[in-house]
């Protein structure tokens, strides 16, 4: 079983940075694909970026492309996000999660573990 936890949410001026990180437990953390999603109020549940379990191979979101930036430290149980040129769109809450699966899944559905997620507001 994995236990994830994110942190680095906050609040930022649009054209800002944040980075977002997950610290997961458990021995096994360097077998699961990685991923972060979006949940704006109101609204379903949003892949935004993935990796693989080795960091060779990632994954993004149209909307974030250019902008985003996942990465994974396996020595550290820790997955990063880099989020660059922030948007008043961007704001919503930021969950990780962990997958068997690979390649990374993009549908929430197919992760296993999730984190309790953090806040991410971009004011314009």
């Known amino acids: 079983q994995v236990q994830l936890v994110e942190s680095g949410g906050g609040l930022v001026q649009a054209g800002g940075s944040l980075r977002l990180s997950c610290a997961a437990s458990g021995r096994t953390f360097r077998t699961y694909a990685m991923g972060w999603f979006l949940q704006a109020p109101g609204k379903e549940r949003a892949f935004v970026a993935a990796i693989s379990w080795s960091g060779s191979s990632t994954f993004y979101a149209d909307s974030v492309k250019g902008r985003f930036t996942i990465s994974r430290d396996n020595a550290k149980n820790t997955v990063y996000l880099q989020m660059n040129s922030l948007k008043p769109e961007d704001t919503a809450v930021y969950y990780c999660?962990?997958?068997?699966?690979?390649?990374?899944?993009?549908?929430?559905?197919?992760?296993?573990?999730w984190g309790q997620g953090t806040q991410v507001t971009v004011s314009s």
């Open positions: 999660a962990a997958a068997l699966n690979h390649p990374p899944p993009v549908a929430p559905a197919a992760y296993d573990y």
